[in-house]
Structure formats: structure tokens, C-alpha cells
């Protein structure tokens, strides 16, 4: 079993809509966490870095993680077509400058005009 | 301020070849990561450099092997490449804080 569980989708959705990606773990020495976004063929462009449970927003873009559910997710708000790419989630077990990065599977979404 | 950079953009090897990526990270970052994508797969660790030295290896086979030199800038060797080895290398340069990536080099082997 993969240490991380994500989605693999394709998620499909209109433009406008608020769509939410998630991703469990099931080790409990992950502490940071993070969500990329890869469009195709280029590398992975970070959209958002947290360490702790709760929310954070960021423009359009809301992480949660809930560390007791071992369970994080990303929201999109007012999703556009240029929000269509794949959606990896990262985690790693301490400051992750200096440690290595376990990858979800990606989530392939797209928005439709 | 440049972001992280890799050369080549892409590459064509023959099994058995010897290939050799470079990386050059954002300014101010110290430490070098590398990963490999497999076609539709999520990226895997190979290793990490800070102060020149291999600090993380993944579970990669030691026909990988790296390098960093004192501006911090890195290169991956993989040697008696495989047609398994054809995957998008990505470089990821930080300071303390997360990763950042470059845009990959792509290695097709023949």
C-alpha cells in the first residue's frame, strides 16, 4: 500500500465551479504539506505550503489538513480553464527544504469553457 | 530572479549509454534534490545534496549517482542507462523552506 492515496481522477468540471482535491497518508511522521500543480509535460509549480491542521487560503485557493483523519484536501474556488492540469499532493516528515518529498499519484482535472 | 534551471530540455540515449543532467537552483538556495517521473506516474526521490554532499537517497540503484558543486548547482549521472530510465528527471532547489522545481529534462532511451 502506498504511503499516500490520492485520486487519480479525471475529475471534470464547468468553469465556476469549486472543486476539491484530496489526498490520505498513512504515515504519521508526515508534518508538511503541500499541493503542486503540473501542467503538461513541465515541472510541478508549488500552489500551497502548510504544517499545521486547519485552513489556509491563498487568492482562489483554500488547503486543509486534518492530522487526526490523516486527511488533507485542496479547494479551488470559481475554477477557470487554465486550472485544468494535474494536482499533486507532497508531504514530507520534517522541514521539508531538507527532506524528501512522497508524492500523491496526481489528480488530472478539467475545467470546461 | 531566475527560478530553477535544467539542461538539457531533452535527451536521447541508447541502452547502455551514459547520460549527465545539470541543475542550477533558485538564488539563495543551498540544497538540491532530484526526481524521476515515470510517463503518467508522480515524481520519486532519487537523492539530496546540501554542502557538496549526498545527505537522502530513495530506492534507486547506485548506477545514479550525483554531484554538487560550491555554487550549489548540481548534476545527476546515470550510467548503463535501461529502457526503464526514460522518465522526466526533476531538479527541486530550497533553503530550509519547501521545494521548488525546475522544468525537468526528458530522457528517452532507445
Known amino acids: 500500500q502506498k504511503e499516500v492515496e490520492q485520486d487519480p481522477g479525471p475529475l471534470s468540471v464547468p468553469e465556476g465551479a469549486i472543486v476539491s482535491l484530496n489526498c490520505t497518508y498513512s504515515?504519521?511522521?508526515?508534518?508538511?504539506f503541500m499541493w503542486y500543480r503540473q501542467y503538461s509535460r513541465k515541472g510541478p509549480e508549488l500552489l500551497m505550503y502548510?504544517?499545521?491542521?486547519g485552513n489556509k487560503e491563498d487568492g482562489r485557493f483554500t488547503a486543509q489538513v486534518d492530522k487526526s483523519s490523516k486527511y488533507i484536501s485542496l479547494f479551488i474556488r470559481d475554477s477557470q480553464p487554465s486550472d485544468s492540469a494535474t494536482y499533486l499532493c507532497?508531504?514530507?516528515?520534517?522541514?521539508?527544504?531538507?527532506?524528501?518529498?512522497?508524492f500523491g499519484s496526481g489528480t488530472r482535472l478539467q475545467v470546461q469553457p | 530572479d531566475a527560478g530553477v534551471t535544467q539542461s538539457p530540455t531533452h535527451l536521447i540515449k541508447t541502452r547502455g549509454q551514459q547520460v549527465t543532467l545539470r541543475c542550477s537552483p533558485k538564488s539563495g538556495h543551498d540544497t538540491v534534490s532530484w526526481y524521476q517521473q515515470a510517463l503518467g506516474q508522480e515524481p520519486q526521490f532519487i537523492f539530496q545534496?546540501?554542502?557538496?554532499?549526498?545527505?537522502q537517497r530513495g530506492n534507486f540503484p547506485d548506477r545514479f549517482s550525483g554531484h554538487q558543486f560550491p555554487n550549489y548547482s548540481s548534476e545527476l549521472n546515470v550510467n548503463a542507462l535501461l529502457l526503464g530510465d526514460s522518465a522526466l528527471y526533476l531538479c527541486?532547489?530550497?533553503?530550509?523552506?519547501?521545494?521548488?522545481f525546475g522544468p525537468g529534462t526528458r530522457l528517452l532511451v532507445l
Open positions: 545534496y546540501y554542502e557538496e554532499e549526498e545527505r
Open positions: 507532497a508531504m514530507s516528515a520534517g522541514d521539508t527544504g531538507r527532506r524528501a518529498l512522497t
Open positions: 502548510t504544517y499545521s491542521s
Open positions: 527541486a532547489s530550497s533553503f530550509e523552506e519547501t521545494q521548488y
Open positions: 504515515n504519521s511522521a508526515f508534518q508538511y
